[in-house]
């Protein structure tokens, strides 16, 4: 059973390895930059930048993000695999089914909470989003994700989260 979860954490390691690889030159490609641009834009040296490329890089979040920011991108792009990708695009469809899950109250409340700009009411708002995802019939990650986007935007953040959720957490979506 050992060796199972190895290999599992190594598939997945190379998979993570992979999607980063393909979006990066991607988007090197298509925002016109070579390596060296980009290295001299990031202050990421372009042989990591050659390495990463190829998948042979296990980089620091603060590369990505520094990669990601000289392309004018989000870090977030260049960490999106094929699950993710398929999840975003069905997610107009998903959020109209989850489209009034907070009530008028509660989102007022988030709101005041989120405005506070405080971490504790942040996280305040966030579990206020979660149990409204919940309470919804949410399940699985549903409620984390839903909880994630409260703390930034509740209401249309909590439905979108939520739907989101909905979808990362399918099966249906490995299948395509």
Wanted: aromatic share 2%; net charge positive; no cysteine.
């Amino acid at each position: 059973m050992k060796s199972q979860i190895q290999i599992s954490s190594l598939d997945l390691r190379e998979s993570l390895d992979a999607t980063l690889a393909k979006n990066l030159v991607v988007a090197r490609v298509i925002g016109g930059m070579t390596q060296h641009e980009l290295a001299s834009a990031s202050y990421v040296s372009r042989a990591t930048i050659a390495q990463l490329e190829t998948g042979s890089s296990d980089p620091r979040l603060s590369t990505i993000v520094e990669l990601a920011h000289a392309l004018g991108l989000s870090p977030m792009l260049l960490l999106l695999g094929a699950k993710e990708i398929r999840a975003l695009a069905s997610l107009p469809n998903e959020i109209s089914s989850v489209a009034n899950l907070v009530s008028t109250q509660n989102l007022f409340r988030m709101n005041e909470l989120v405005d506070s700009g405080l971490l504790k009411d942040r996280l305040r708002a966030a579990r206020i989003g979660a149990a409204a995802a919940r309470g919804f019939g949410a399940t699985g990650i549903a409620p984390i994700t839903a909880a994630i986007f409260s703390a930034y935007l509740p209401g249309t953040g909590t439905a979108a989260g939520a739907a989101l959720g909905n979808l990362l957490g399918s099966s249906e979506l490995d299948k395509k």
